[in-house]
């Protein structure tokens, strides 16, 4: 399998369009697919903004031509959205712009689904099994011909039908951090998304995910290993500066079920040094870029997508000083 490397633009900083704009430049750099982040309010306050990503996604794509567009990730797990929701609006969108839309799926964080459970946020063995009946669900609906029913633990329907089909068949990229998350996703999913460093995802992460599939009968070689880099541009290695900057609050201890990005950006104070240096990729130039990309590819990594943000000129200058060296090395197809 080729490499794929994509962008992830997430949902803080700037206003929509810009979000537009960023997927119009890395369809010119030869990116293979920009996300975007689903979330009802930013990870931490200082980001400032959160603009609802399906509203966003389809002016990304009637903007661009071949560029592929996704949530990473979104949760169809029952509180923020019904599955059947998520299920009809990837299908109209796959349906509009055919084979360019992925949909990356999650088990959610109480910033975005707190709210929606009026009786306390499911622990996350109830949420990982709520994602993998929803995406059975989906797939029920994209895939089914006639009038079905569906009678899961969490979600039950009667006679339903989806009536505008996607054209093609939509990926699922199901998100996992451990080994237990891993082995759902390589039994619901299609591929596979992470965050972790290179050799945590090649004894842990990568190992169950491919076993999990095999068992599931699917061939794990066709399947994608994407892992989530977390640039920090910056001249010098400081984790206190991201401390500062309140990010590393997605790192500490507890951060899944805060619902106050406020508390968030103030749990980032608590965050380790090795916790920041072993998750961020401090970049000073491009070869920094390029050498993590090459150790997760060594890992077994076969997609690796960059954590932007909504920064024009950061996805120009991946474009413009990281993307010709793969493609030169032959890894990279684009």
């Not at 071949?66 to 349906?95: C, E, F, M, W």
């Not at 759902?184 to 995910?209: E, R």
């Amino acid at each position: 399998m080729d490499l794929k490397i994509s962008v992830n633009i997430g949902e803080g900083y700037n206003d929509p369009m810009r979000f537009v704009e960023c997927a119009v430049i890395a369809e010119q750099y030869g990116f293979d697919t920009v996300w975007f982040g689903d979330h009802l309010m930013p990870w931490v306050h200082s980001q400032n903004k959160s603009a609802f990503a399906w509203c966003v996604m389809p002016v990304a794509l009637d903007r661009t031509k071949r560029i592929k567009v996704g949530p990473l990730v979104t949760s169809p797990i029952g509180g923020r959205y019904h599955p059947i929701i998520i299920g009809q609006a990837s299908a109209t969108l796959d349906n509009m712009y055919p084979g360019r839309f992925l949909l990356g799926v999650g088990s959610g964080e109480a910033i975005n689904e707190a709210i929606f459970f009026p009786n306390g946020m499911p622990k996350w063995r109830e949420r990982i099994e709520r994602l993998a009946e929803a995406v059975v669900l989906m797939r029920k609906m994209w895939e089914n011909e006639d009038y079905f029913s569906f009678d899961g633990k969490y979600f039950k329907v009667k006679n339903f039908f989806l009536y505008t089909k996607p054209k093609t068949r939509i990926p699922i990229y199901f998100a996992a951090q451990g080994r237990k998350a891993a082995t759902y996703a390589g039994i619901y999913g299609d591929h596979l998304v992470t965050v972790n460093s290179p050799q945590v995802c090649k004894h842990v992460v990568f190992p169950s995910f491919e076993e999990a599939a095999r068992k599931a009968g699917k061939d794990p070689s066709k399947m994608e290993k994407m892992v989530e880099v977390l640039l920090y541009f910056t001249e010098k290695i400081d984790p206190e500066e991201i401390r500062r900057s309140g990010e590393a609050g997605f790192f500490a201890e507890g951060s899944f079920e805060e619902t106050d990005p406020r508390r968030v950006q103030e749990m980032a104070k608590t965050v380790s040094d090795e916790a920041i240096l072993s998750n961020y990729c401090f970049v000073k130039s491009s070869d920094d870029i390029i050498k993590i990309i090459d150790e997760y590819w060594n890992a077994g990594a076969t997609h690796v997508e960059l954590v932007t943000h909504s920064f024009p000129e950061r996805i120009r200058f991946i474009g413009e000083k990281v993307l010709p060296y793969f493609r030169e090395s032959g890894k990279y197809q684009r």
